[in-house]
């Protein structure tokens, strides 16, 4: 399956961006996806997942009760809602699929490119 992240931009502390991942090749029905972000110097970290129904969501602790996991197997994408966001969610965002639900990075074996996240202060 490729995957294609899409949505970051620029954004002010406080303010809202909705992240897009669309997938080809393969019925993204089939895989677990998840949400993860890396920051220079700094290993990649789990943000959100979601299982391929859409009913299990797990959020990171520190992205609880401001971003959102949806997935629309319909339209073969999946989405992340960023609200109330901070300088510290600055990163590179990637999407990424998985046989097994999961939080680790290396149980996701298809990744897509990556999409920037700046929020100022």
């Known amino acids: 399956v490729q995957l294609q992240a899409s949505g970051g931009g620029l954004v002010q502390a406080g303010g809202s961006l909705r992240l897009s991942c669309a997938a080809s090749?393969?019925?993204?029905?089939?895989?677990?996806m998840g949400w993860f972000r890396q920051t220079p110097g700094k290993e990649r970290e789990f943000v959100a997942a979601?299982?391929?129904?859409?009913?299990?969501?797990t959020m990171s602790d520190p992205v609880k009760g401001r971003f959102a996991i949806s997935r629309d197997n319909a339209k073969n994408a999946v989405y992340l809602q960023m609200n109330s966001l901070k300088p510290e969610d600055t990163a590179v965002y990637y999407c990424?699929?998985?046989?097994?639900?999961?939080?680790?990075?290396?149980?996701?074996?298809?990744w897509g490119q990556g999409t920037l996240v700046t929020v100022s202060s």
């Open positions: 090749g393969r019925t993204l029905s089939s895989y677990v």
């Open positions: 990424a699929a998985a046989l097994s639900y999961g939080t680790v990075v290396s149980m996701y074996g298809y």
């Open positions: 979601i299982s391929r129904s859409g009913v299990r969501h």
